[in-house]
């Protein structure tokens, strides 16, 4: 696109403003590279990177590139077999580290763009680790990057130990009386002492320095020379190790260079993003709509590089003309008006956001061209009218299709006259072409050219007379005036000098300028009613855009609730399966009672209860749960949980929890989970001994009432498995447990009963033939046979 048009409406101040919102160089470059593009994909992507970056922040704020650095240098110099430092190490790792939180943030992300940038970002794991394990936070190599290191560190503290002492041996006693001073110091990176230069003879040693006077020289002792050369040589290994590992370090960056680099261009491109995501967020813009026909609707358009209190303007051109002539006073904005049009379309092609509200319409210009401000030039000869004249020449030859003009000033410089047929003249030619143009000017000849010709519309900018101030209100469609006498009134001048001015007007200037208020009034009633149509028309689009979005709306709450129905009788279907699965394994290991069958079944129906019957909706409204039970003492009930029957022995924590005595054992359960059972007839009163003895007695000794053994065995039967599973159990509990089930058998009156053990080591086993060896209610025992458990289950006969 044309450079110099671009630098004329700011445009690369904007550039600028954007590259200060980067964090790091690489994507301050791609901020100073920024240039509008004529290609609307390459426009569509750029603006869906702005959108899709503005949308994540505006989410989580706190992502961002951190303490990346620019890496590429130190990538290169490591790719050409250079020595990295420990300093480009260190921006290596913090790079990586901020990469990883990046690309956290980003894989998460859905929206498109940002999710294939995640997988431009390489954290490379194993560089890290290492430059972690090698380097401390300030830059400096621990002796953990490698395993000689430490080693050598080690000795080169020892050996400056053992030359400091003997250094410090000497000048604290045997030197004493010959030294300048009672110091070691280091001259050449030797340690020496300061030897008066008289007693010299008493020091056996080589000369590294003297003083300045010649009184003091600095000698190391002939002692500690080979110590001395010992902690040198200690350094140079060292050093020598060092240089080994940042070659090692440096070459697995030089592997990895690729990664590296494609690591960077992604963190670049994102911060890029951020940084127009910002700058979106402080001229407070919007994505303009991408015309597909050359027209440009811009609504409360304002231009970014103003400050303080802004007017916005609205600014229509394409739609029925291609030139709109913007007049009115000076200062009253129509400069302005032009720098926004043409700014504002080089953002968009730019992928920028644009100051403007919602519904803002541009087109993708092939080019566009701007003739802004004063030409003139001395050391060119140029005067404001050829230096303006030469720029549009320029315009005049590259302006067609596609093409957006800017003329400020148009013919100014000139004879009026003369100047004012010249502009039509461009304006007709740049119509004909087909290029969209926008012009302001002072002369009265263009206005009337705006109101005859077909192509064309005035446009002017409203100026207060009362405040003598601009309001830099834009209105399409009436031509404006320059004001002139009315001004000078307002400012003083004599009365009798503005009435002779308007005396020297000609009848037809008087004319015209009275054709041109009716045409202001008849257009303004024309604008007015226009504008109320408009109005009536973004209403009815706003209540098409809300019942639409009401019946999507409706119809998602439809599809979720049949999707959270299906989901809701696949999780009752699949509570069912387990419930029979549980039973059938139940079955399978001869553990199940009536009872637990009976809950089993009553679950069941219980989850089926919940499914709606074919062609039955779900009650808006969950029927009232019965109000709670009052247990008392003596009270008979089941427990769902279990299935332990018996009566309420003892009642705890207000009535919440009850102990249930069953089957000779007392059983704690919540009084939610109880249900009730009739009474029997007759009380039974159960009294048994666990072990040898068991006897059954009835209250009061009378045989006559009640049901007799025949009921308590059939309320045995309904309770009392006909197996019993000891594995797992300690022997002590397992024939504790093995006493209560075969006194719970017998009162059932079953015939034989299965006790599983298992194989294991053998001890249960033997204690539980050896305790059914000597049971009382025991006839025989004998092992499992094939089908029965084997030698891992014992049948008792009762």
Same mark, same amino acid.
């Given at each position: 696109?044309?450079?110099?048009?671009?630098?004329?409406?700011?445009?690369?101040?904007?550039r600028e403003?954007?590259?200060e919102k980067t964090?790091?160089?690489?994507s301050?470059?791609?901020?100073?590279?920024?240039?509008?593009?004529?290609?609307?994909?390459?426009?569509?992507?750029?603006l869906?990177e702005t959108?899709?970056?503005?949308?994540?922040?505006?989410?989580?704020?706190?992502v961002?590139?951190?303490?990346?650095?620019?890496?590429?240098?130190?990538?290169?110099?490591?790719?050409?077999?250079?020595?990295?430092?420990?300093a480009?190490f260190?921006?290596?790792?913090?790079?990586?580290?901020?990469?990883?939180r990046?690309?956290?943030?980003?894989?998460e992300?859905?929206r498109?763009?940002?999710?294939?940038?995640?997988?431009?970002?390489h954290?490379?794991?194993?560089?890290?680790?290492?430059?972690?394990? @090698?380097f401390?936070?300030?830059?400096e190599?621990?002796?953990t990057?490698?395993?000689?290191?430490?080693?050598?560190?080690?000795?080169?503290?020892?050996?400056?130990?053992?030359?400091? +002492?003997?250094?410090?041996?000497?000048?604290?006693?045997?030197?004493?009386g010959?030294l300048?001073?009672?110091?070691?110091?280091?001259?050449? =990176?030797?340690?020496?002492v300061?030897?008066?230069a008289?007693?010299?003879?008493?020091?056996?040693?080589?000369?590294?320095? /003297?003083?300045?006077?010649g009184?003091?020289?600095?000698?190391?002792?002939?002692?500690?020379?080979?110590? $001395?050369?010992a902690?040198?040589?200690a350094?140079?290994?060292?050093r020598?190790?060092?240089d080994?590992i940042?070659?090692?370090?440096?070459?697995?960056?030089?592997a990895?260079?690729v990664?590296l680099r494609?690591?960077?261009?992604?963190l670049?491109r994102?911060?890029?993003?951020?940084?127009?995501?910002?700058?979106a967020?402080?001229v407070?813009?919007?994505?303009?709509?991408?015309?597909t026909r050359?027209?440009?609707?811009?609504?409360?358009?304002r231009?970014?590089?103003?400050?303080?209190?802004?007017i916005?303007?609205?600014?229509?051109?394409?739609?029925?003309?291609?030139?709109?002539?913007?007049?009115?006073?000076n200062t009253?904005g129509?400069?302005?008006t032009l720098r926004?049009?043409?700014?504002?379309?080089?953002?968009?092609?730019?992928?920028?956001?644009?100051?403007?509200?919602?519904?803002?319409?541009?087109?993708?210009?092939?080019?566009?061209?701007?003739?802004?401000?004063?030409?003139?030039s001395?050391?060119?000869?140029?005067?404001?009218f @050829?230096?303006?004249?030469?720029?549009?020449?320029?315009?005049?030859? /590259?302006?067609?299709p596609?093409?957006?003009?800017?003329?400020?000033?148009l013919?100014?410089?000139?004879?009026?006259?003369?100047?004012?047929?010249?502009?039509?003249?461009?304006?007709?030619?740049f119509?004909?072409?087909?290029?969209l143009?926008?012009?302001?000017?002072?002369?009265?000849?263009?206005? !009337?050219?705006?109101?005859?010709?077909?192509?064309?519309?005035?446009?002017?900018?409203?100026?207060?007379?009362?405040?003598l101030?601009?309001?830099?209100?834009?209105t399409?469609?009436?031509p404006?005036?320059?004001q002139?006498?009315?001004i000078?009134e307002?400012? %003083?001048?004599?009365?009798e000098?503005?009435?002779d001015?308007r005396?020297?007007?000609?009848?037809n200037?008087?004319?015209f300028?009275?054709?041109?208020?009716?045409?202001?009034e008849?257009? %303004?009633?024309? /604008?007015?009613?226009?504008e109320?149509?408009?109005?009536?028309?973004?209403?009815?689009?706003?209540?098409? +855009?809300?019942?639409?979005e009401?019946?999507?709306?409706?119809?998602?709450?439809?599809?979720d609730?049949?999707?959270a129905?299906?989901?809701?009788?696949?999780?009752?279907?699949d509570?069912?399966?387990?419930?029979?699965? &549980?039973?059938?394994?139940a079955?399978?290991?001869e553990?199940?009672t009536?009872?637990?069958l009976?809950?089993?079944?009553?679950?069941?129906?219980?989850?089926?209860?919940?499914?709606?019957?074919?062609?039955? !909706?779900?009650?808006e409204?969950?029927?009232?749960?019965?109000?709670?039970?009052?247990?008392?003492?003596?009270?008979?009930?089941?427990?769902?949980?279990?299935?332990?029957?018996?009566?309420?022995?003892?009642?705890?924590?207000?009535?919440?929890?009850?102990t249930?005595?069953?089957?000779?054992?007392?059983?704690s359960?919540?009084?939610?989970?109880?249900?009730?059972?009739?009474?029997?007839?007759?009380?039974?009163?159960?009294?048994?001994?666990i072990g040898?003895?068991?006897?059954?007695?009835?209250?009061?000794?009378? +045989?006559g009432?009640?049901?007799?053994i $025949?009921?308590i065995?059939?309320? +045995?039967?309904?309770?009392?498995?006909?197996?019993?599973?000891?594995?797992?159990?300690?022997?002590?509990?397992?024939?504790?447990?093995?006493?209560?089930y075969?006194?719970?058998?017998?009162?059932?009156?079953l015939d034989?009963v299965?006790?599983?053990? =298992?194989?294991?080591?053998?001890?249960?086993r033997?204690?539980v033939?050896?305790? &059914?060896?000597?049971h009382p209610?025991?006839a025989s025992?004998r092992?499992g046979?094939r089908?029965?458990?084997?030698?891992? !289950?014992?049948?008792?006969?009762?």
């Open positions: 696109m044309d450079a110099r048009s671009i630098a004329l409406l700011e445009f690369p101040i904007l403003r954007l590259a964090s790091f160089p690489p301050r470059r791609l901020a100073e590279g920024l240039v509008p593009d004529s290609d609307p994909v390459v426009v569509a992507r750029s869906d959108d899709q970056a503005r949308a994540l922040l505006s989410e989580r704020p706190g961002g590139i951190g303490a990346a650095h620019d890496i590429g240098p130190s990538v290169e110099r490591a790719a050409r077999g250079g020595r990295l430092d420990p480009q260190l921006e290596l790792a913090e790079t990586l580290d901020a990469t990883v990046l690309q956290t943030s980003l894989a992300d859905r498109p763009l940002l999710h294939a940038l995640a997988r431009e970002l954290p490379l794991p194993a560089i890290r680790t290492t430059l972690a394990r @090698s401390d936070p300030t830059g190599l621990l002796d990057a490698s395993p000689r290191l430490g080693g050598l560190r080690a000795a080169v503290r020892v050996a400056y130990d053992r030359l400091r +002492r003997r250094l410090d041996a000497l000048v604290g006693s045997e030197l004493g010959a300048q001073d009672p110091i070691v110091t280091l001259r050449n =990176g030797r340690y020496v300061p030897v008066k008289e007693a010299r003879s008493r020091v056996k040693g080589i000369v590294h320095d /003297s003083s300045g006077s009184a003091t020289l600095f000698i190391e002792p002939l002692i500690a020379v080979e110590l $001395g050369n902690w040198r040589e350094q140079v290994a060292e020598e190790e060092v080994r940042l070659d090692e370090l440096s070459a697995l960056v030089a990895n260079a990664a494609e690591t960077l261009d992604a670049a994102f911060d890029f993003w951020a940084a127009k995501a910002g700058l967020a402080d407070d813009g919007t994505r303009a709509e991408t015309a050359p027209e440009v609707i811009l609504l409360s358009a231009h970014p590089g103003l400050t303080g209190r802004v916005p303007v609205d600014i229509r051109l394409g739609d029925g003309y291609t030139a709109l002539v913007v007049t009115g006073p009253g129509k400069t302005v926004t049009l043409g700014l504002l379309a080089l953002m968009h092609q730019a992928g920028l956001h644009v100051p403007a509200e919602a519904g803002s319409q541009l087109p993708i210009f092939r080019d566009v061209f701007a003739d802004i401000g004063d030409e003139q001395i050391a060119q000869s140029l005067s404001t @050829s230096g303006h004249l030469r720029s549009i020449t320029r315009i005049v030859e /590259s302006a067609g596609g093409t957006l003009v800017l003329l400020d000033e013919g100014a410089g000139t004879d009026p006259t003369e100047g004012s047929a010249l502009a039509q003249a461009l304006l007709d030619h119509i004909r072409t087909g290029a143009v926008a012009a302001t000017t002072h002369y009265a000849e263009l206005k !009337a050219y705006a109101h005859t010709t077909a192509g064309a519309r005035n446009a002017s900018v409203e100026f207060d007379l009362e405040t101030s601009p309001t830099y209100h834009l399409i469609g009436l404006g005036g320059s002139a006498f009315a000078a307002r400012l %003083g001048l004599a009365p000098i503005v009435a001015a005396s020297r007007l000609s009848e200037q008087r004319a300028e009275e054709t041109l208020a009716r045409i202001r008849t257009e %303004g009633e024309t /604008s007015e009613a226009l109320r149509a408009r109005a009536a028309e973004a209403r009815a689009t706003d209540a098409l +855009r809300t019942a639409d009401d019946r999507r709306r409706a119809r998602r709450e439809r599809d609730a049949i999707r129905a299906r989901l809701e009788a696949e999780k009752l279907v509570t069912i399966r387990d419930e029979v699965r &549980a039973t059938r394994q079955l399978e290991r553990t199940v009536a009872p637990s009976d809950a089993a079944v009553a679950r069941a129906e219980a989850q089926l209860g919940r499914l709606p019957g074919e062609g039955e !909706a779900a009650p409204t969950p029927a009232e749960p019965p109000p709670p039970r009052v247990w008392r003492l003596g009270d008979r009930a089941r427990s769902r949980e279990g299935s332990w029957e018996g009566r309420i022995a003892a009642l705890e924590k207000g009535g919440t929890r009850a249930l005595e069953s089957g000779g054992m007392r059983v359960v919540d009084t939610a989970e109880l249900d009730p059972i009739a009474d029997e007839p007759a009380e039974v009163d159960e009294d048994r001994t040898r003895n068991a006897r059954i007695t009835r209250s009061g000794g009378d +045989r009432r009640g049901p007799g $025949g009921a065995q059939l309320d +045995r039967a309904r309770s009392v498995a006909s197996s019993l599973d000891l594995r797992g159990a300690r022997v002590e509990e397992a024939l504790a447990a093995l006493d209560r075969l006194d719970d058998a017998a009162l059932a009156g034989q299965v006790v599983i053990h =298992g194989l294991g080591t053998g001890a249960l033997d204690a033939r050896e305790r &059914a060896r000597a209610l025991a025992f092992p046979e089908g029965e458990g084997g030698d891992g !289950a014992t049948i008792v006969k009762l």
